[in-house]
């Protein structure tokens, strides 16, 4: 199927006409979020609760037997249910077997992966046909397209790439940069405003590889430029700040992610007195929590996500000093 993109999202959420499957791939966390929310949204509030069913790849409920058995129950209200995968990296991109120590049993390993191509066998054969009354999101931060699972999902699914600003290479990263150049421009566009392509160069190139920066500079910038119908480089000037050595944009995440309360405290301090927003920083976290806390601690993953959300929460509706909000979030997450 040819690639989707958030506009056709918006349009099928707006028409109430959702396909049986989606794919979402990519770190683009804020973008992921406002893409499934597009999707829930067509669900009524009221039958939420009874049609929406989020399963947890690794986590009770998220076994490939599970997810299959769920998207096959008949809806108790409406026309359809929802059913939304998230962490589907486990799926489709799943860690690589370790090799059997000397002396261990050296089919082990291929025993191993067999079983896990036999567990993937219920989800493949329902992707192949899908049931009518409902609709399967696929969320996984990233993919292998040689794999059986995700060759199949390319072929029947809705596929929406929201990639970060990073890549693996040269070529990777010019495409990534190329696909967020092209979705600011459709977000002005949106707005009825024209971006100038100097200041859309300029805005990305200040972002710094950070997606969640690039998010909070667009949307100042929106709200900076309202009632104007073009986007200046001025205006970006105004309003981005230019991001600073990369090292130090995650030494937050990293004094986290090492368990150091005091280091993660001086270098939010650090962050917040040169002017960070606040919002770029959570968001930074979040993407920290789903991307990398899921591999290396999955049990620590829904207490991270309900303090993220939480702390997000309490900023939007100023719910209480934004310095001290996001330092209690830093602590809660550093120790553990």
Known sequence: MPALTMDALRKQAAAKRLERLYLIVGED?????????????????????????????????????????????????????????????????????????????????????????ANLAPLEEYVKAPVSSATVVFVASEIDRSRRITKALFEKSQVLMLAGLDGANLAEKSEARRAAERQVKEDFERLGRAIDGRALKVLIERAGGDISKLRDDTERLALYTEGQTTVSLADVNEVSAIATDVDDEWAVVDAIAAGDARRALVETGRRLDRGDSVHALVGQIRWWVSAKLSQNAPARVKPAIEAVLRTDLALKSSGGDERVLVERLVVELAGR
């Open 29 to 117: 966390v804020r973008r992921i979020e406002e893409a499934v929310g597009l999707i829930e949204a067509t669900i009524d509030p009221a039958d939420q609760p009874f049609a929406v069913d989020r399963a947890y790849v690794g986590e009770p409920g998220g076994s490939p037997m599970q997810i299959v058995d769920s998207a096959r129950v008949l809806p108790m209200l409406g026309d359809r249910r929802l059913v939304i995968v998230l962490r589907a990296e486990k799926f489709l991109k799943p860690k690589r077997a370790v090799k059997p120590a000397d002396g261990a049993d050296s089919d082990s390993a291929g025993e191993e992966a067999e079983a896990a191509a």
